[in-house]
T-cell receptor, first 111, second 114 residues
């Protein structure tokens, strides 16, 4: 079952604009991770934020985590056509350590 | 350093047959996870192996099984294939104990059941 939902389901922006995706989850987490998937291929890890962290940056990526609201957001600044992909949040819960994925956001960056 | 590798990249089977998918983790990673990405169902956790043992499984029937070999590579077997087993099967690896929490994914095996 899905841990949570992502919104929007689809997002279309112009190159150079910022893209924001949101993720909500249901249970307490160890950490939350964001992945990118291009055209139904493997997942590429983007960034991990631990439950005791509130914000993290990596290059053009900024992730926030609000454990009180059980939500996270991923901001991609100055987007490029190459950022076109599906983006998934995934939560690491409890001792089992498998990931539970959100439903994903399909991002299209138009040149 | 080589990433997670999976084989084959594509697999076509007919209903009732068996499928075997293979995964080689990153060197030094002992944990292997399997996930299924079926159309409309999203990414679902299937199985977790570590040190040769099955540690946890998702909500899948017993005809989904696997094993982990002494070199930490893993095999996923799907028996009595059904049409709805058509999906992208992704393998991920991670060190255990989890010195690093990130799971690294392979390119996947796309299984088509006719």
């Amino acid at each position: 079952s899905q841990q949570g939902e992502e919104d929007p389901q689809a997002l279309s922006i112009q190159e150079g604009e910022n893209a924001t995706m949101n993720c909500s989850y249901k249970t307490s987490i160890n950490n939350l991770q964001w992945y990118r998937q291009n055209s139904g291929r493997g997942l590429v890890h983007l960034i991990l934020i631990r439950s005791n962290e509130r914000e993290k940056h990596s290059g053009r990526l900024r992730v926030t985590l609000d454990t009180s609201k059980k939500s996270s957001s991923l901001l991609i600044t100055a987007s490029r056509a190459a950022d076109t992909a599906s983006y998934f949040c995934a939560t690491d819960v409890g001792s089992a350590r498998q990931l539970t994925f959100g439903s994903g956001t399909q991002l299209t960056v138009l040149p | 350093e080589a990433g997670v590798t999976q084989s084959p990249t594509h697999l076509i089977k007919t209903r009732g047959q068996q499928a075997t998918l293979r995964c080689s983790p990153i060197s030094g990673h002992t944990s292997v996870y399997w996930y299924q990405q079926a159309l409309g169902l999203g990414l679902q956790f299937l199985l977790w192996y570590d040190e040769g043992e099955e540690r946890n499984r998702g909500n899948f029937p017993p005809r989904f099984s696997g094993r982990q070999f002494p070199n930490y590579s893993s095999e996923l077997n799907v028996n009595a294939l059904e049409l709805e087993d058509s999906a992208l099967y992704l393998c991920a690896s991670r060190p255990y104990p989890p010195r690093e929490e990130t799971q690294y994914f392979g390119p996947g095996t796309r299984l088509l059941v006719l």
